[in-house]
């Protein structure tokens, strides 16, 4: 999931808290975050789970049109200018790691997230 403030900061995490004065954002139990409510935007999930042993969760943002896939190792990769319709291809297919090894190491500029 994600954490937006009013400033457009993005903050990833895999969980949060939510006090008296704002949410505290964890991810793998660290605190990696905190966002007083009258800074906060939204927290809005961003991947879906998949059923694979490689992909853990595949998620789009489609104002950016990119992909984040996120593996077992923990890793979460940010790929652009990945088409919806590619997105939409990735998440039906019968495997995503294979999917994921032809169409798209290699074939997009990416990023690490975390």
Do not use: W
Request: net charge negative; proline share 2%; aromatic share 12%.
């Amino acid at each position: 999931m994600k954490a937006i403030t009013l400033s457009g900061e993005r903050i990833e995490c895999d969980e949060l808290e939510e006090g008296r004065e704002g949410v505290v954002l964890y991810h793998t139990e660290r605190i990696v975050g905190y966002v007083p409510y009258e800074r906060l935007d939204c927290v809005t999930e961003t991947r879906s789970p998949v059923a694979s042993s490689s992909i853990r969760s595949i998620g789009y943002d489609e104002d950016d049109e990119a992909l984040e896939i996120e593996f077992e190792s923990g890793g979460v990769y940010r790929y652009a200018d990945v088409s919806r319709e590619t997105y939409e291809e990735f998440l039906s297919a019968r495997s995503h790691g294979s999917y994921f090894h032809k169409n798209f190491r290699g074939q997009y500029d990416y990023h690490r997230i975390r």
